[in-house]
């Protein structure tokens, strides 16, 4: 098995994604084992281990608007289920296009607490947690 770091943790990955266009790298993602972030714990009531964290999901600005960040997602939420895993994520809230992605796909939105990490100018962002359709 191979790591990924999400947030200063190590979590198992399962597997990640790229999508290209006309040849390029325009995005990726990735699936770990476990998302340890409480309000995703709290709402799912699932162990660590049963949720299917959707990471790193990343789209070039060049190559926005063209439906690859929704295949990107629907590919890892199908890849999560198949595992026998809880597909869930979290997004920083002022990530508004992001988070319209993820309602108009079916995601519910399943609380929110402050991030684990600070900052550059010293603020604590607020996360939201969402459980996928």
């Not at 084992?33 to 409480?38: A, F, S, T």
């Amino acid at each position: 098995p191979f790591h990924a770091e999400v947030d200063g943790r190590l979590h198992d990955a399962v597997a990640a994604w790229v999508a290209e266009h006309d040849g390029e790298v325009a995005g990726h993602v990735a699936l770990v084992r476990g998302l340890n972030v409480e309000c995703l714990l709290r709402a799912t009531g699932l162990p660590l281990g049963a949720l299917g964290g959707i990471v790193r999901l990343y789209v070039d600005p060049g190559f926005q608007r063209l439906g690859l960040a929704r295949a990107l997602l629907d590919t890892v939420t199908a890849a999560a289920v198949d595992h026998g895993l809880r597909p869930v994520l979290d997004v920083v809230d002022d990530s508004a296009p992001a988070i319209a992605l993820y309602e108009q796909a079916g995601w519910k939105l399943a609380g929110s607490q402050p991030a684990t990490w600070t900052d550059p100018d010293g603020s604590i962002p607020l996360i939201r947690c969402y459980i996928g359709p």
